[in-house]
Every structure is written in structure tokens, then in C-alpha cells.
């Protein structure tokens, strides 16, 4: 029996696709692979951490449909990033994920993800109690993906399991 991670990274990938692309991949298993010309070098990296550390780390993705605003409609779970180098100027990228599940409408404005704060940020907040900055994703910065904090909704898919009280008698 395989050990799977059960921890999530604090960073996710986000992507925009048209509605068309999210109902394909609902009606393909509602898992596969996201493909784009951009190499994913960061994203590849990012994902290599996460497994070496035993996390995983999420994908989420915004779709918009004619002439609608983008909003968050799913996310999931990468499995695999590959970069390919086909010639000197040309790249594929290639990200397998598994299972599609749906974004509560809460949570669907792009702007409720925040970007990935640095690594240094984050400690300044831990070690000079510093308040950092969070900036809110906005629909033009996701071409051709964003790194975003993994927001809540996913975290708590995650968390471990707590042990039920007893009260005391």
C-alpha cells in the first residue's frame, strides 16, 4: 500500500482556462493533465519541494465563460509537473492533476487568493512579529500562472483529523 502525503504546501499554482476546458476535463474523469507553451520552471521546483518534504501541492483554476468575469470554479491536486524543451524557443509544460473538486461560491473571487509571500516576508511575521503585506490576485496576473498562498478552503481539507472531547463526568 502506497504512503500518501497528507499535508498541503502553503503555495498553490492558479490558472485561467475557458469554461469549455473545465467541462472537458469534468467529462474526462474530472482528472488529466494541463498543458501551456510557458515553461513551469518555478511550478516544477515549488512541486519537487513539496514531495520531497511528503506534501502535496494544490492547483486551482479559474474559468471564464463569454464575457464574464473569471472566478474560481475548481481545484485539485498536482500530481506531476514535466517542463519539455521542443526546440530553442519553444517549451510544453505539462502539469497531471487528480481529481476536480469544486470551489465553494465563497471562495470563488479571484481576489480571495493572495499572492505567495517570500520566504523572508513570512519570517520577518514569525521572528519581528512584522505584519506583511498580502497582495490580492487580480484576474491579469494569472496568465500564465500565478503562485498563490493555498487558501483556506484547502488547508482545512488537510488538517489532521482532531480527536473527539470527552467530557468530563
Wanted: net charge negative.
Amino acid at each position: 500500500m502506497e504512503n500518501k502525503p497528507t499535508l498541503i504546501t502553503p503555495y498553490c499554482v492558479v490558472v485561467l482556462v475557458t469554461q469549455r476546458a473545465i467541462e472537458s476535463m469534468l467529462e474526462n474523469s474530472g482528472q488529466g493533465v494541463y498543458r501551456d507553451t510557458h515553461p513551469w520552471v518555478v511550478a516544477a521546483q515549488l512541486l519537487a519541494q513539496a514531495q520531497a518534504a511528503q506534501s502535496q501541492m494544490a492547483i486551482i483554476f479559474a474559468s471564464v465563460g463569454d464575457e464574464q468575469e473569471a472566478v474560481y470554479s475548481h481545484w485539485s491536486i498536482i500530481e506531476k509537473v514535466d517542463v519539455l524543451s521542443l526546440t530553442s524557443n519553444r517549451w510544453e509544460s505539462r502539469c497531471e492533476f487528480g481529481e476536480l473538486r469544486v470551489v465553494n461560491p465563497i471562495w470563488q473571487d479571484i481576489d480571495s487568493v493572495m499572492h505567495k509571500t517570500s520566504e523572508e516576508q513570512i519570517l520577518r511575521e514569525q521572528v519581528e512579529g512584522i505584519r506583511t503585506l498580502r497582495m490580492p490576485l487580480q484576474e491579469n496576473q494569472i496568465h500564465p500562472y500565478a503562485i498563490c498562498e493555498t487558501p483556506v478552503f484547502i488547508q482545512t481539507e488537510f488538517q489532521a483529523p482532531t480527536e473527539p472531547v470527552t467530557p468530563i463526568s
